[in-house]
């Protein structure tokens, strides 16, 4: 048996806490965030209550002065306890409570914490190359919120049912002007005669916790690492690509269609950043 939190409470997964006047199941109004728990502690937490936080005031949320990292880490460990949990996937959502669209009751934040166990390992560079497709029914805006892992997530929801009708890992969004964005559930790099290269914020992605960990960590041990725009063409003609999260770290892209990408730099760097920051890299 599985238990989650609302706010503060436990319950059972089988039993509900919203009901059908919740504006974040009307309306998907909130956001969340997605930590790795190891070792009794969670792994990067003050930049992911950095982009939490940063987020809710980007969703115009009413923050007590109560509500704060330390009480949701508290209610965190909480709910790990209760799972039995020894390495875990969190999942924090805050939502918005009951309310049309234009009168909701308050801006209060309401959260709901799940936790999930997770494989031994799992930071392990893969050694079969994943392959992707590249999703085209839906355009990621680069809008004010498109950085924000809000609860708006549709056009990530059919990317990733799309890579698995496609039998692949999975799959590339684009932006609305037509360039590389991220994945389904990454961001996405490509390595071309030893640079580094990753979508920037303005290209719509989200401002991952693992992307802002590498981007400051990796020109430490010598490599190039740069933000800019990235073509399907540029991407295809990578030497090599990967994706990275909080929970995975980096996964090795073997191939996106028909292109095919090596990894001897991919293992190179991973093999740097074990040796530099094993708190992160396991």
């Keep these: 048996m599985s238990y989650y939190n609302f706010n503060g409470k436990l319950f059972q997964d089988q039993e509900p806490a919203l009901g059908p006047n919740s504006r974040a199941v009307r309306y998907g109004d909130g956001l969340f965030e997605t930590i790795k728990y190891r070792n009794g502690r969670l792994l990067l937490e003050e930049e992911?209550?950095?982009?939490?936080?940063?987020?809710?005031?980007?969703?115009?949320?009413?923050?007590?002065?109560?509500?704060?990292?330390?009480q949701l880490k508290n209610e965190i460990e909480k709910t790990v306890q209760k799972n039995k949990h020894t390495s875990a996937r969190i999942r924090m959502a805050i939502?918005?409570?009951?309310?049309?669209?234009?009168?909701?009751?308050?801006?209060?934040?309401?959260?709901?914490?799940?936790?999930?166990?997770?494989?031994?390992?799992?930071?392990?560079?893969?050694?079969?190359?994943?392959?992707?497709?590249?999703?085209?029914?839906?355009?990621k805006s680069c809008d004010a919120f498109c950085n924000v892992k809000h609860n708006n997530y549709l056009c990530y929801c059919m990317a990733a049912l799309y890579a698995k009708e496609q039998f692949c890992n999975d799959a590339l969004l684009?932006?609305?002007?037509?360039?590389?964005?991220?994945?389904?559930?990454?961001?996405v790099y490509m390595?071309?005669?030893?640079?580094?290269?990753?979508p920037s914020l303005q290209e719509g992605c989200i401002a991952g916790v693992m992307r802002?960990?590498?981007?400051?960590?990796?020109?430490?041990?010598?490599?190039?690492?740069?933000?800019?725009?990235?073509?399907?063409?540029?991407?295809?003609?990578?030497?090599?690509?990967?994706?990275?999260?909080?929970?995975?770290?980096?996964?090795?892209?073997?191939?996106?269609?028909?292109?095919?990408?090596?990894?001897?730099?991919?293992?190179?760097?991973?093999?740097?950043?074990?040796?530099?920051?094993?708190?992160?890299?396991?």
């Excluded at 209550?49 to 330390?70: C, E, N, S, V, Y």
């Excluded at 997770?118 to 994943?130: A, D, H, T, V, W």
């Excluded at 932006?175 to 964005?181: D, K, L, S, V």
Aim: hydrophobic share 40%.
């Design 48 to 70: 992911h209550f950095d982009r939490l936080w940063h987020g809710m005031k980007l969703l115009k949320f009413d923050i007590p002065a109560q509500f704060t990292p330390q």
């Design 95 to 139: 939502l918005r409570g009951d309310g049309g669209m234009f009168d909701p009751k308050n801006h209060f934040p309401n959260y709901i914490i799940q936790s999930w166990q997770l494989p031994e390992k799992i930071e392990l560079l893969n050694s079969n190359g994943l392959t992707l497709s590249i999703y085209r029914d839906g355009w």
């Design 174 to 187: 684009l932006n609305n002007y037509g360039r590389i964005c991220d994945s389904s559930i990454a961001n």
């Design 191 to 198: 390595i071309k005669d030893n640079r580094i290269y990753t």
């Design 212 to 282: 802002k960990f590498l981007i400051e960590h990796l020109p430490l041990l010598g490599y190039t690492i740069e933000e800019t725009q990235i073509t399907e063409e540029m991407i295809n003609t990578a030497d090599e690509v990967f994706i990275s999260n909080s929970i995975f770290n980096i996964r090795w892209v073997g191939h996106i269609g028909s292109y095919e990408f090596a990894n001897k730099k991919i293992i190179d760097m991973v093999n740097a950043l074990h040796e530099a920051y094993p708190e992160v890299f396991y």
